[in-house]
């Protein structure tokens, strides 16, 4: 079975959509902690981009830059397309959530939109 034909894999990234961030988080983590190859790095971006935005959730946006900037670096280097994700729609997506983060506005923590995960088939 293909990465990206995994049900779990599915879940997580219609978790994600839901914006049920934490779930995604738990969801992700069963498939990263079974991998050992080149795939790992991957669901660890994405598993680190979904807890920043629960981080955000909490009221931390501290740990919602962190995370992002981590997870952001992982998952660029598997762009544009990887596992039928649009990489690069979700990297432009979660650095523009980061540059209003980072630029400290009031009410920025209201107004931020999560992106959603394209899957490509």
């Not at 981009?49 to 992982?74: D, H, S």
């Not at 923590?109 to 959603?116: A, G, Q, R, S």
């Amino acid at each position: 079975m293909e990465p990206q034909d995994d049900p779990r894999f599915l879940k997580g990234i219609d978790e994600f959509n839901q914006q049920l961030f934490f779930e995604c988080h738990e969801t992700l983590e069963e498939i990263w902690l079974e991998e050992h190859g080149e795939d790992r790095k991957f669901y660890q971006g994405i598993i680190q981009i979904a807890a920043g935005y629960y981080k955000l959730e909490q009221g931390v946006p501290v740990g919602a830059i962190k995370l992002w900037r981590t997870g952001i670096e992982k998952v660029e280097t598997y762009g544009p397309v990887y596992l039928g994700v649009n990489v690069e729609s979700l990297v432009t997506a979660v650095r523009a959530n980061l540059a209003q983060l980072e630029a400290g506005q009031p009410n920025t923590i209201d107004t931020l939109v999560p992106p959603t995960i394209n899957l490509l088939c």
